[in-house]
């Protein structure tokens, strides 16, 4: 009986492993859990026989069909190792979050981690704006790669990438270091006119500057009058502005705030309609929205 120890395969591909069978009677291939596998060829995995050859052939090779087939004769058995060759994939759990926050002091250390899967196993490096970065705070080995470090300088935030390569491909796992403070501001705020009221919706803020957002703050400004202003929690995303003049033209602010501060301003400026309709249904989603204008500013606490 002969069959090779060690079959490589890539994934997606087909293959074919051949058993040499002679001076005795076939029996079957074997999977790792000792079921015979079908001479049916039109399973994925089977085995097709021509005289004393008998292979065992994947059509279309997965990742999950790695490991030990056994070849065996009436007294006669052959082990083959089947390695399937695919391309670096990212292990999750076992990886640093897309977003890390770290103050400029220099207090905290930063770690970010990366591990992927993949073979043959990868290589796995760290890269930041476009350079490697080969300091003794970069650990690596097999499929991993760790990289420890202190914010001391406004260069040392932003995006590091870990790169992974094999024999197979490439993959890059994206992550941000980020200064830690007041959280950015409410997303997708949108402005519904009527004659004399708006309503305003809003989303969550997509990052919260590490410490969670606890509230909203919304102004209403015409001119440089504030014209309401109110401090609403985070269950709230939606608000009326009512008792308006129309026709006029005014200033939505709305921030996010956390145990940090009040972040920077969302600012819709939108006028108000010149006439009022018969009945003044507050539903949203009855009139088309305005939107003049969006910017970001400072907010002033």
Known sequence: MSVSSRHFAPEGDKTSINCSVTNEAFIGWFDSSNRKITTDSSHRIHVRTDGSLNYLEITKVNRTDRGTYECRGITEKAQVTLLVEYSPVLIRDRSSQKTTFSSLDGSEEVTLTCEF???????????????????????????????????????????????????????????????RGPPEPPNNVQVFPFCDWV???????????GSA??????????GEE?????????????????????GTEYEVRISSRNALGGGEWRVVFV??????????ASSASNLSFVTLMIMSVHSVL
């Not at 309503?199 to 500057?209: I, L, N, Y």
Request: charge should be positive.
């Open 199 to 209: 309503d305003v919706t809003w989303e969550a803020s997509r990052k919260d500057g």
């Open 117 to 179: 899967d993949g073979f043959p196993t990868p290589k796995v490096k760290f890269v930041k704006e476009g350079i490697e970065l080969n300091t003794s705070d970069v650990t690596s080995r097999s499929g991993f790669a760790s990289y420890k470090f202190r914010v001391r300088s406004l260069s040392d935030f932003g995006f590091y990438s870990c790169v992974a390569t094999n024999s197979r491909g490439k993959k890059t796992y994206y992550m941000e270091v980020y200064e």
């Open 226 to 246: 504030t014209v309401q202003s109110e401090n609403l929690p985070t269950s709230q995303r939606t608000r009326s502005l009512r008792n308006l003049k129309k």
């Open 213 to 222: 957002v606890t509230g909203y703050t919304i102004t209403l400004q015409r």
């Open 271 to 280: 006028n108000t309609t010149e006439t009022c309709t018969g009945k003044h």
